[in-house]
């Protein structure tokens, strides 16, 4: 039965690293507690002209990485303590690349 539960987490983590790859802004929202408002910036930046309104573009991006920073500090401020853990201590898996021949 572990063995079920091993590959159904690797399943997942595999799913979720393939639609942030396709889709950048899901890293955006990814454990942050502000993911709506970083959407609605994300929705406002694509309305506007990058040649009218770059201006604007800038400081709504500066918002933007505001809301990431502080919306990853409070949602890691809810988890969990193994999840807490785990971030202070960082990885410890190696990545191994496969080799096309």
Not at 17 to 35: L, P
Not at 45 to 63: C, F, G, K, S, Y
Not at 80 to 95: D, F, M, P, W
């Amino acid at each position: 039965m572990k063995k079920n539960k091993d590959l159904e987490a690797i399943y997942l983590q595999t799913l979720a690293q393939s639609v942030a790859e396709r889709e950048h802004e899901v890293n955006d929202y990814a454990c942050n507690a502000y993911a709506e408002k970083i959407a609605q910036i994300n929705a406002l930046i694509a309305l506007l002209n990058p040649q009218e309104d770059q201006e604007t573009i800038d400081q709504l991006l500066r918002v933007k990485e505001i809301y990431r920073k502080l919306g990853t500090a409070l949602w890691f401020m809810q988890a969990g303590e193994l999840t807490n853990l785990g971030a202070r201590l960082g990885s410890t898996i190696r990545q191994y690349k496969v080799r096309e021949e």
